[in-house]
């Protein structure tokens, strides 16, 4: 069965350095992976998604993501942090191939301090 | 083109009462999935939907729980008899087919006392 281990509950970083969020997936097939964000009380939004083109992707706010399959690993990466992506970050995975069903990690809850 | 609207945001209902929780899919989109997510939890996925049709309802508990998607309007996630337990974010998605990447919605939050 297809799943998303974020390996941080917490990360705390200061505004201006850089952000690394862990994600690492375990799946029988060659999976669809993505990152969500959300802000408080709010919706998730789309930050980017892996459908196995290049594995390096990048996506919206600076924010870019890289599928290593020899480390079953989708960390999420940022170069210099701002106050406003202090926010709930959520690994996903594409449940099984050819279906629509998400999983999703427990989340990251990034703080970020002037 | 407006997003992926869900109301109400937020809904409060006594233990026993009835809670309608209604998606409005993005322009072009027909297909339609609602997630929970409990506090501190991530999203679980409840059902997906097309059209008139429930194409995988894997995740919705066994009872109290219905959703549909008519042929015309909202699609509708009902929750009969409502449990404390129920409390929760309920989150919807659209997608404009199969495959493609899903939409949320800003979720509606339900409080059960």
């Known amino acids: 069965a297809q799943s998303v281990t974020q390996l941080d509950s917490h990360v705390s970083v200061s505004e201006g350095t850089p952000v690394l969020l862990r994600c690492n997936y375990s799946s029988s097939y060659s999976p669809s992976l993505f990152w969500y964000v959300q802000h408080p009380n709010k919706g998730l939004q789309l930050l980017l998604k892996y459908t196995s083109a290049a594995t390096l992707v990048k996506g919206i706010n600076g924010f870019e993501a890289e599928f290593k399959k020899s480390e079953t690993s989708f960390h999420l990466t940022k170069p210099s942090a701002h106050m406003s992506d202090a926010a709930e970050y959520f690994c996903?995975?594409?449940?099984?191939?050819?279906?629509?069903?998400?999983?999703f990690g427990t989340g990251t809850r990034l703080q970020v301090f002037p | 083109n407006a997003g992926v609207m869900q109301n109400p945001r937020h809904l409060v209902r006594r233990r026993g009462q009835e809670a309608r929780l209604r998606c409005s899919p993005m322009k072009g989109h027909s297909h339609v999935y609602w997630y929970r997510q409990l506090p501190e939890e991530g999203l679980k996925f409840m059902v997906y939907?097309?059209?008139?049709?429930?194409?995988?309802e894997s995740g919705m508990p066994k009872e109290r729980f219905s959703a549909e998607f008519p042929k015309e309007g909202p699609s509708i996630l009902r929750i009969q008899q409502v449990v404390r337990g129920d409390s929760a974010a309920y989150f919807c998605a659209s997608s404009e087919q199969g495959l493609k990447t899903q939409y949320f919605g800003p979720g509606t939050r339900l409080l059960v006392l």
């Open positions: 996903v995975v594409s449940a099984e191939s050819g279906t629509d069903k998400l999983i």
């Open positions: 939907l097309q059209k008139e049709n429930i194409i995988d």
